[in-house]
């Protein structure tokens, strides 16, 4: 049998262990040590698992990981959400639809300070739809939104989902969150467009809501100063060289904690929960760090990225529908594995593919790019049938919405999704811009 053959079999392993639900990181790491074994011997392996973890782990760039995952916590706990969805809320809620336009706004804008996907689906749900069924929306809108607000969270900076991109392809993360603000805002301003046409072609979906006074507007502005200050301060600190991500992100825990401090939301005992949670998260995502590392050292052994990559580049194919072919397997693959999964199991093998491609870009830049437009498909396989696990977050929160309305109702947002990925494809610069003015 030839290693290409052993690789080939041994994704087909991996990915059927992911469909009857082995966790994502013991499937890993049971393919990369079994396929490590067939390939070298027990010896190499014993030697490797010495010194692998610690080596791995006890890098300063991973440090940031738990930093901004504490950072999340203590904003889930801080009620930032419910600020931000009211002042959303007062500014847009009498505007038909407005009401699931201000529960997209405050996904994005929590999701600039959670910084997870599936953390922001879950708080911003508990918040918004009681008032989205007060107002009588639609199941299909007022869940569909949610869902697909959620999915904001893993391009707006700080996103662990970029970190790890980078770490991944060794990509400058200061460069990647500023390669990301733009597409980012671009999907929130995308979104917010579904909604309007949403309303438009069905008006009973999106009643208008109830107008809010000039002193509800300020009212709703002082509340949320603080959160607007420590994005600035976190990000703007980060984009600017002031602090690198890691001391942005402890800057960004440290604020975030004593915003729930202040608004009386944090207690001892609610500290240790979060750090608690914001632990075992980490070590979820170390663990599979650890998995991805035994499978790359398998894949790499076998030759499989290097024989992909001269493949395409002999092929004739134009970089661009490689490109896209590529972009089809995140979507077949959002049906079966989270977002963290589908990274660390596809970017070893996919970047050698596209790093061996002429696109006309440095391969800096190239990183960037490909990157960005990734990360947005892999957050429509978050909203994509049969699965969508913002879909499933949501549903738990709105139990007498059918899931098959949910469906129905991301489908606007999910072509809102195609425009995206389709103007960042056809025009780089849009993604490049930010980085290089800043560089």
Not at 119 to 135: C, F, H, Q, S, W
Not at 227 to 239: A, E, K, R, S
Not at 318 to 336: D, F, H, K, Q, T
Not at 402 to 409: D, H, K, L, Q, S
Request: proline content about 5%; overall charge neutral.
């Amino acid at each position: 049998m030839s290693s290409v053959q052993l690789a080939l079999i041994g994704l087909a392993v991996l990915i059927g262990l992911l469909v009857i639900r082995i966790p994502v990181a013991l499937a890993m790491l049971a393919v990369g040590i079994c396929g490590y074994v067939a390939l070298a011997g027990f010896d190499p392996v014993l030697a490797y698992m010495k010194t692998a973890a610690f080596w791995q782990f006890a890098s300063y760039e991973f440090s940031v990981i738990p930093m901004f995952l504490l950072m999340g916590e203590f904003a889930s706990r801080s009620g930032l959400s419910r600020s931000l969805f009211s002042a959303a809320n007062v500014f847009l809620g009498h505007r038909r639809g407005g009401v699931a336009m201000a529960a997209v706004g405050g996904c994005g804008a929590f999701g600039a300070i959670c910084g997870s996907s599936l953390a922001t689906a879950g708080t911003m749900a508990r918040v918004a739809i009681p008032e989205l069924e007060r107002y009588r929306y639609s199941g299909s809108l007022a869940t569909g939104a949610l869902a697909a607000g959620g999915t904001l969270g893993i391009l707006i900076p700080p996103s662990v989902a970029l970190i790890i991109y980078a770490i991944a392809v060794q990509a400058n993360i200061v460069q990647m969150f500023q390669a990301a603000l733009i597409p980012g805002i671009i999907g929130l301003v995308g979104y917010l467009a579904a909604i309007a046409i949403w309303v438009r072609i069905f008006p009973e979906s999106g009643p208008v809501g109830a107008r809010a006074s000039a002193a509800e507007r300020v009212q709703a502005l002082l509340d949320t100063w603080p959160t607007l200050v420590l994005f600035v301060v976190v990000i703007g600190g980060i984009y600017f060289g002031i602090f690198d991500p890691t001391e942005g992100a402890a800057v960004g825990a440290f604020g975030a904690g004593a915003l729930a401090v202040w608004k009386g939301n944090l207690d001892l005992q609610g500290f240790f929960s979060c750090v608690k949670d914001a632990a075992k998260t980490t070590g979820m995502i170390f663990l599979i760090l650890l998995g991805a590392g035994f499978l790359n050292i398998f894949m790499a052994l076998t030759g499989v990225a290097e024989q992909l990559s001269t493949l395409a580049a002999a092929s004739g194919l134009n970089p661009y529908v490689i490109l896209i072919l590529l972009l089809v397997v995140y979507l077949l693959l959002g049906c079966l594995m989270d977002s963290l999964a589908m990274i660390f199991l596809t970017i070893p093998i996919f970047w050698p593919i596209m790093a061996g491609l002429d696109f006309a870009m440095p391969e800096a830049d190239l990183k960037m790019w490909f990157g960005i437009v990734v990360l947005i498909v892999v957050e429509a396989g978050l909203i994509t049938p049969p699965v969508g696990i913002n879909v499933l977050i949501i549903n738990h929160h709105a139990p007498k919405v059918p899931m098959r309305e949910t469906f129905i109702g991301v489908t606007p947002f999910l072509l809102s999704g195609v425009v995206r990925v389709a103007l960042l494809i056809l025009i780089p610069p849009i993604t490049l811009f930010l980085p290089h003015l800043l560089m």
